[in-house]
C-alpha cells in the first residue's frame, strides 16, 4: 500500500510516518507545501525520512496561492463570523489537490491528513479529496489511533527513538501560517475570558507601541484584484508581502474571534491578518464609488455564502464556480485607486477614483446642479411616501372607530394619541384591527 500524507514536520505528522508504516504496512510519501510559512519546506525532507518516509515532496505554492485563492476570496469579499478572513481555509484547497496530483503521480492508494476530530480542516481536506479523487481511500489518524494528547504523541515519539529536534515540545499555542495570515489557538485563549496578551502576537505590533506618524499608502485595483502600491505594478505575491510588511509596523489586521466550526463547536481564534485587512477595507471602499446600490447589496449577499462555503471546504464545487462568475461580472469594472491611512492599529479609507466612477460630482453638489431640479422630487416623494400615509390613515380610522365604541358603552375612554384606559383608569393595550 502507498499513502500520500500531507506532511508539515510538527509534531502530529512527525508521528503519523510511523504509524503510518506501523497499522497499514505502508510506504509514506510526505507532500509538504510552502505557502508562505516560516520556514518553508526545504528542511522538512530529512525529517520525513528519519521517521521512515519512502517518498517527499516539498511544493512552493507560495504564488500560486495568493493569485487563485486569496485574492480570489478577498475579491468576493468573503469574511466568517464577522471578522475572521479565512487564511486557513483557503490553503486547504490547494494542498488538498496538490496531495492528489501527488498521489496519481506516485500511483498512491490513499490519502493521509492529520487533522483532528474536532476540527475544520478535517473537513476540508476530506471534501477535497471526494471531489478531486473519490477513489483515493483517506486515512484520518486522529480518528483512529489510541493517542489522546500531545503528551501521548511525545511519549509515542521518544519510545520509537523519534528526533524531535525543532518541535516546539512545550508550545502554548496551535498556530498556522501561511502568506495571508497567522493564527493562534489553544492554551490561554481556550478561555473566552482572557485576553490575548502581547505574548500571542507573532506579526503584528501593538497597536499601542506602533509609529506615532501615520503612513498613507494608494493601493491600485483592475477588475477588483490589487495591482499596484503608490503606483509601483507588483506581482500578487510581492504585493501580498509589502502589505503584511507595512500592516503589521503599524499593528493593522488583529482579529479576535469566537467562530463556530463546521461540526458544531464553539472555538476562539486570534487572528493576525496585516495585508488582507488593507486590502479589504481598500476594495470595499472602491467598489462603493462603481457599484450600483442594488449590485452593492447583492455583494453584500454574496459575501456571506462565499465565506461560509470557503469554510466548510466547499472549494471545489459547481457552487463556487457559478458565484465566481457572479463576481467576475461585478468586478468587471472595479478599477482605480485608493489612499489610506495606517495608524495604531487602523486602517483608515481616506481618498478614492475610479474610471467607471457612478460618483456624479455636480449631482452630488449642495449647490447648484445643471443637472437636477429640486421640484422634480416632488412627484417622486409623494409616490414613495404613499404606503406610509396609508398605514396612517388606516391607524387613524381604527382610532376613531375605538374612541366611537368607548363613547357608546361607557367603559372605554381613549386620549387622542394615548392608551385606552378602563374604568378606574388602568391603562388597557388597544389592539388595532389592522395588520401591518
Known amino acids: 500500500m502507498k499513502i500520500v500524507l500531507g506532511y508539515s514536520g510538527g509534531l502530529d505528522t512527525t ?12 510506504d509514506v510519501i510526505c507532500m509538504a507545501a510552502d505557502v508562505g ?9 530529512g525529517k520525513a525520512f528519519a521517521t521512515g518516509a519512502s517518498g517527499f515532496f516539498g511544493e512552493d505554492l507560495k504564488e500560486e496561492f495568493v493569485a487563485d485563492y486569496a485574492l480570489p476570496v478577498l475579491r468576493a469579499g468573503a469574511v466568517y463570523s464577522r471578522k475572521y478572513l479565512l487564511g486557513t481555509a483557503m490553503a486547504r484547497p490547494l494542498i488538498s489537490r496538490r496531495m492528489v496530483e ?47 494528547s500531545r503528551e501521548d504523541a511525545l511519549d509515542y515519539a521518544r519510545a520509537r527513538g523519534i528526533s524531535l529536534e525543532g518541535i516546539d515540545v512545550e508550545k502554548l499555542y496551535s498556530r498556522d501560517e501561511n502568506l495571508w495570515h497567522i493564527s493562534h489557538e489553544g492554551g490561554p485563549l481556550e478561555d473566552p475570558g482572557n485576553a490575548a496578551g502581547s505574548g500571542v502576537f507573532v506579526w503584528t505590533r501593538d497597536p499601542a507601541d506602533a509609529p506615532d506618524v501615520p503612513l498613507e499608502i494608494e493601493i491600485g485595483f483592475e477588475g477588483g484584484f490589487p495591482v499596484t502600491i503608490d503606483g509601483h505594478a507588483l506581482s500578487p505575491l510581492d504585493l501580498l508581502v509589502e502589505l503584511n510588511r507595512m500592516g503589521s509596523e503599524h499593528g493593522v489586521g488583529r482579529a479576535d474571534v469566537i467562530e463556530d466550526r463546521v461540526v458544531g463547536i464553539k472555538s476562539r481564534g486570534v487572528y493576525e491578518t496585516p495585508g488582507g ?24 449577499t454574496l459575501a456571506p455564502r462565499y465565506a461560509d462555503l470557503v469554510y466548510e471546504g466547499l472549494w471545489w464545487t459547481p457552487e463556487r464556480e457559478a458565484l465566481d ?39 452630488a453638489s449642495f449647490g447648484a446642479s445643471e443637472g437636477y431640479e429640486h421640484s422634480d422630487s416632488s412627484g417622486f416623494v409623494k409616490l414613495f411616501s404613499l404606503p406610509q400615509r396609508a398605514i396612517a390613515a388606516q391607524e387613524e ?40
Not at 508521528?15 to 505502508?26: D, G, K, M, S
Open 15 to 26: 508521528v503519523i510516518v510511523p504509524w503510518l508504516r506501523e497499522n497499514y504496512q505502508a
Open 37 to 45: 510559512q516560516r520556514g518553508g519546506v526545504e528542511k522538512l525532507a
Open 102 to 148: 501527488v498521489a496519481r503521480r506516485t500511483g498512491a492508494d490513499a490519502l493521509a491528513h492529520g487533522c483532528t476530530g474536532k476540527g475544520n480542516d478535517q473537513l476540508r481536506f476530506e471534501v477535497s479529496f471526494a471531489a478531486l479523487a473519490p477513489d483515493l481511500r483517506v486515512i484520518a489518524p486522529w480518528r483512529e489511533w489510541d493517542i489522546r
Open 277 to 300: 485587512t488593507i486590502l479589504l477595507a481598500a476594495l470595499q471602499e472602491l467598489e462603493q464609488l462603481v457599484l450600483s446600490r442594488r449590485c452593492l447589496a447583492l455583494k453584500d
Open 325 to 363: 462568475a457572479m463576481v467576475d461580472k461585478m468586478m468587471k469594472h472595479v478599477t482605480g485607486t485608493v489612499r489610506l491611512r495606517l495608524f495604531k492599529g487602523q486602517a483608515t479609507v481616506v481618498a478614492r477614483q475610479a474610471p467607471a466612477s457612478l460618483y456624479d460630482l455636480d449631482l
Open 397 to 436: 380610522a381604527a382610532r376613531e372607530t375605538a374612541r366611537s365604541n368607548g363613547h357608546a358603552s361607557g367603559a372605554v375612554g381613549v386620549r387622542p394619541g394615548g392608551a385606552a384606559r378602563g374604568p378606574a383608569g388602568t391603562p388597557r393595550r388597544l389592539v388595532s384591527p389592522v395588520g401591518h
